[in-house]
């Protein structure tokens, strides 16, 4: 009873389960082979897959967040606009600039830009 009668909580709920799947969603798309089903039957190897993908996932995230961040300073500087609003409406989930299928070349010695919590609200 409280779920139907108190709106913040439904709002509340929702949001999560919108996160939740929003999550779900990114990591089968990381999970891309065989249909991201596990074919092993030992649970370590399960479990090994699962945190593997994780792993990725976040890796991917935080590449995500980097860049974003990037941008969001960038156009700071051009003297857009950056408020809470904005922020609160963007997500890491980002998938299409990913190249599951390319050769990708690492660069070990290529350091990349501290994350500085410089973006002040106005």
Same mark, same amino acid.
């Given at each position: 009873? %409280?779920?139907?009668?108190?709106?913040?909580?439904? *709002?509340? =709920?929702? #949001?999560? #389960?919108?996160?939740?799947?929003? +999550? &779900?969603?990114?990591?089968? +798309? =990381?999970?891309?082979?065989? /249909? !991201? =089903?596990? /074919?092993?039957?030992?649970?370590?190897?399960?479990?090994? $897959?699962? @945190?593997?993908?994780?792993?990725? !996932?976040?890796?991917?995230?935080?590449?995500?967040? $980097?860049?974003?961040?990037?941008?969001? *300073? %960038?156009?700071?500087?051009? !003297?857009? #606009?950056?408020?809470?609003?904005?922020?609160?409406?963007? $997500?890491?989930? *980002?998938?299409?600039?990913?190249?599951?299928?390319? /050769?990708?070349?690492? @660069?070990?010695? @290529? *350091?990349?830009?501290?994350?500085? &919590? %410089?973006?002040?609200? &106005?």
């Amino acid at each position: 009873m %409280d779920y139907l009668s108190d709106e913040n909580l439904r *709002r509340m =709920i929702r #949001t999560a #389960t919108i996160k939740s799947e929003e +999550w &779900n969603q990114f990591i089968d +798309w =990381i999970a891309f082979g065989a /249909k !991201g =089903i596990i /074919k092993e039957n030992i649970r370590e190897e399960q479990m090994k $897959a699962i @945190k593997y993908n994780h792993l990725v !996932g976040n890796l991917i995230i935080f590449h995500n967040v $980097a860049a974003m961040t990037n941008v969001l *300073r %960038d156009l700071k500087s051009e !003297g857009y #606009t950056i408020n809470e609003d904005i922020i609160s409406r963007l $997500a890491p989930y *980002r998938t299409e600039h990913i190249n599951r299928f390319g /050769k990708y070349r690492l @660069k070990f010695d @290529k *350091r990349p830009q501290p994350l500085v &919590n %410089d973006i002040n609200f &106005n």
